[in-house]
Nanobody, 126 residues
Framework: QVQLVESGGGLVQAGGSLRLSCAAS??????MGWFRQAPGKERDFVAA????????YYADSVKGRFTISRDNAKNTVYLRMNSLKPEDTAVYYC?????????????????????WGQGTQVTVSS
């Protein structure tokens, strides 16, 4: 049974920072990522990291502001979010992929992941 537990969301003013955590248990994963979903919108890719090589991927909207990292020993992935904007307001979901990483892996595609957390709310006030 895959279990992903997110934490670290909250309310912050524009320009502030938050760090999200996602602890994984029950399986070994080859990559983990973060997606977000604002009210009335699709669930969009934010960032992803591969577990062995540590390759990172980011949506253009968060490049330079967000940093994804991992702690292999704790089976935990983090998302450090700096310079937050009101448009970053959303429910943030952690995602995990058990399958190996192949050359056609698209880290931004939801179908690449087979485990999802319950989500954590991030609200950025202006």
């Amino acid at each position: 049974q895959v279990q992903l537990v997110e934490s670290g969301g909250g309310l912050v003013q524009a320009g502030g920072s938050l760090r999200l955590s996602c602890a994984a248990s029950g399986r070994t994963f080859n990559s983990m990522g973060w997606f977000r979903q604002a009210p009335g919108k699709e669930r969009d890719f934010v960032a992803a990291i591969t577990w062995s090589g540590g390759s990172t991927y980011y949506a253009d909207s968060v490049k330079g502001r967000f940093t994804i990292s991992r702690d292999n020993a704790k089976n935990t992935v983090y998302l450090r979010m700096n310079s937050l904007k009101p448009e970053d307001t959303a429910v943030y979901y952690c995602a995990a992929r058990r399958a190996s990483i192949y050359s056609d892996y698209d880290p931004s595609a939801r179908y690449e992941y087979d485990g999802w957390g319950q989500g954590t709310q991030v609200t950025v006030s202006s």
